[in-house]
């Protein structure tokens, strides 16, 4: 299970990488695909937003029960929610720019928040919490989760891309060469 979320972060890193690059486009004064990065962020939407993160929230809930700390284990569960938010208005930005209601340069602003934020995040379930997963959850515990949460299909990454995804993972295994 912590395998999986091992993957996830690195399906998510690779999303994060290819709106980076579309980011800095826009900041040299290119000529960005938003449809690309709608793409992505409305992926964020759907699946780590759906299916990672409240994975992550029951085995983090299971560490607050465990350690006599646990504030950094309850600001990654609000920063889910955090995020949630982020994500939305970021989608939200890249429509009203569409529209001719916000600037490039306020676009810039909110990605690059979002694109901190979301590294920052990871960064630290990685370095910082998963090893107390390894060492606190036990077999019990992944058991009791997997019954709880059930197993939902990545529309990018998981056994076949979805058709309105194909694009994007095609953008993301070219990148990968």
């Not at 299916?51 to 809930?61: G, N, Q, R, T, W």
């Not at 939305?88 to 810039?108: A, D, T």
Request: with cysteine.
């Amino acid at each position: 299970m912590l395998d999986r979320l091992l993957t996830e972060h690195d399906h998510i890193l690779k999303t994060l990488n290819l709106l980076e690059k579309q980011f800095l486009d826009l900041c040299r004064g290119g000529s960005p695909d938003y449809s690309l990065m709608r793409s992505i962020i409305v992926y964020i939407q759907e699946y780590p937003e759906q299916a990672h993160h409240p994975l992550e929230d029951m085995i983090f809930s299971i560490l607050l029960e465990r350690l006599d700390d646990g504030r950094q284990i309850q600001k990654l569960i609000t920063d889910h929610t955090d995020l949630e938010t982020v994500t939305r208005e970021l989608r939200k930005s890249l429509e009203l720019l569409k529209k001719g209601e916000i600037s490039e340069e306020e676009l810039k602003q909110k990605l690059s928040q979002f694109l901190v934020r979301q590294r920052q995040h990871l960064y630290v379930e990685e370095k910082k919490v998963y090893p107390l997963v390894k060492r606190h959850i036990t077999t019990e515990d992944w058991d009791h989760i997997r019954s709880v949460i059930p197993p939902l299909d990545d529309p990018v990454f998981g056994e076949r891309t979805r058709s309105d995804y194909e694009r994007l993972y095609r953008e993301i295994e070219d990148q990968g060469r």
